[in-house]
């Protein structure tokens, strides 16, 4: 087996890289691959916390670097998926206590045995970032439709494309908000798009789903209903090879939907 | 009650189409975004810029006579590629022997520069006086690029470049 590595980078911090790499590798494991994600936050780790899996935590990846343990037993079984594990960051130290070469060699061994390979890549452009770049060939930019966020992914695009190892990035937008869009309030998908000429794997609504899946430790895929959860699903599609169409996020458009929507409207004012 | 918010919906509505004219904080936040980007992909910073412009006209009048304030100089983004343009609106092409005087300074420019960059800039003010009468229509359209762009692209570019000079061209004739 020669698995993928994926590393999910951001420049901008709380764009949602977390989050994404949490999804993006549940739903990959529900389809049947194995999956496993590599925090290299080192420091100021959370994908654990996203997953629930923060109390069974034995070994991070310093302790595999350190050589205090084996890097079979530092990985974190899912509690739900066992095709899914997590190494995680040591929370104690800081980005220095792991080396470029260290990751680009802990990959190379995880190839073997996963299917793919997901690194959660820390805020910045300094060694953290380096660092989760080193050992992957593949790269998903994560952005908002904000101005911040989008000049922090041009920035991160120009290092990855200067980086021979990276052989493809995409672009994945997050928190779009189609009822802005809509009011000219918002940056719309197409010109995130146009703006950083990059290909799209994903675009994913605004859902306040995420903030109770995160309170409870379980990633939003797993909710079937939410508008989130199935985007999210099909970023997992699409990875894998899957020729998926974009979900349409404006609301329905019918007639009886835009009745409802001018009463509503009007009840809405009267409170 | 229903009745007046009905009446603020409709009113709404106009209001709506009348705000369509200004510009939405949408297209703000993304011409913005375009102008600060371009910067830091190129690394040109506005001095740098003004410099570059500056340069231009000097290299540019020794072969044609032009409108040195309307002189544009700009990054505009082309798919992933970064393209310098530069629109200037031309009074009058200058004659050969305008040109061979101004080449010739220029030689002896570089026997001995400090004599001969005060003695241009005397004449640069002398041309400039004579070619206001002079208001010729023509536009030429110039376009450096950083990066080779295929010469489809280049004549689509300089066509919207004329245009653009020519809109400005009539801007001013309304002004005067």
């Known amino acids: 087996m020669s698995g ?57 990846i310093v302790d595999v670097v350190e050589e205090r343990c084996k890097l079979k037993q530092a990985l974190v079984k899912d509690k739900k998926n066992p095709n899914l594990c997590l190494l995680a960051a040591a929370q104690t130290r800081d980005k220095s206590a792991v080396t470029e070469e260290q990751l680009k060699d802990i990959c190379e061994k995880l190839k073997k045995d996963f299917d793919f390979i997901l690194v959660d890549c820390p805020a910045g452009i300094e060694q ?11 790269a998903i930019v994560v952005t908002t439709p904000e101005m911040s966020a989008v000049r922090d992914a041009d920035r991160i695009i120009g290092l990855l494309e200067a980086k021979e190892e990276i052989k493809s990035y995409k672009l994945l937008i997050n928190r779009v908000r189609p009822n802005l869009i809509k009011s000219n309030d918002m940056m719309s998908v197409d010109d995130v798009v146009e703006i950083l000429s990059a290909d799209l794997i994903g675009i994913i609504p605004e859902d306040t789903g995420i903030i109770t899946s995160t309170n409870k430790g379980e990633p939003i895929v797993n909710d079937e209903k939410s508008l989130a959860g199935k985007a999210y699903n099909n970023v997992a599609r699409r990875i894998i090879g899957e020729d998926v169409p974009f979900l349409n996020l404006e609301e329905p458009q019918g007639v009886m939907a835009k009745i409802k929507k001018f009463f509503s409207g009007l009840t809405g004012k009267e409170k | 009650m229903i009745l ?30 375009r102008v600060v980007l371009m910067q830091d992909r190129t690394n040109l910073t506005p001095e740098l810029m003004e410099r570059m ?41 200058k004659d050969e022997d305008e040109i061979k005087a101004a080449l010739e300074e220029e030689d002896k420019a570089k026997e001995d520069t400090e004599e001969i960059s005060e003695e241009s800039e005397d004449d640069e003010e002398e041309s400039s006086e004579n070619n206001d009468e002079n208001l010729d229509d023509n536009e030429i359209s110039d376009k450096t690029s950083e990066n080779d762009l295929n010469s489809e692209e280049k004549t689509k570019k300089a066509d919207e470049e004329i245009e653009t000079a020519q809109k400005e061209d009539k801007d001013k004739n309304k002004d005067k």
């Not at chain 1, 953290?128 to 593949?138: K, R, T, Y």
């Not at chain 2, 009905?6 to 200004?22: D, H, I, M, P, S």
């Open chain 2, 4 to 33: 007046a918010n009905l009446y603020n919906k409709v009113l709404g509505f106009f209001r709506q189409t009348e705000k369509e004219a200004e510009e939405s904080s949408k297209d703000t936040a993304r011409n913005r975004l």
């Open chain 1, 4 to 60: 993928r590595v994926i590393v999910i980078t951001s420049g901008k911090g709380g764009v949602g890289k977390t989050t994404t790499n949490a999804n993006i590798g549940t739903a990959l494991a529900r389809a049947g691959k194995k999956v496993v994600m590599i925090d290299t936050d080192l420091g100021l780790r959370n994908l654990d916390l996203l997953l629930g899996l923060e109390n069974r935590i034995v070994y991070t």
């Open chain 1, 128 to 138: 953290g970032f380096q660092n989760a770049v080193a050992g992957a060939s593949e």
């Open chain 2, 53 to 93: 412009r500056k340069e231009l006209v000097e290299l540019l009048s020794k072969y044609v006579e032009m409108d040195k304030e309307a002189l544009e100089l700009n990054l505009e983004q082309d798919g992933d590629q970064v393209a310098l343009m530069l629109s200037i609106p031309v009074i009058r092409a």
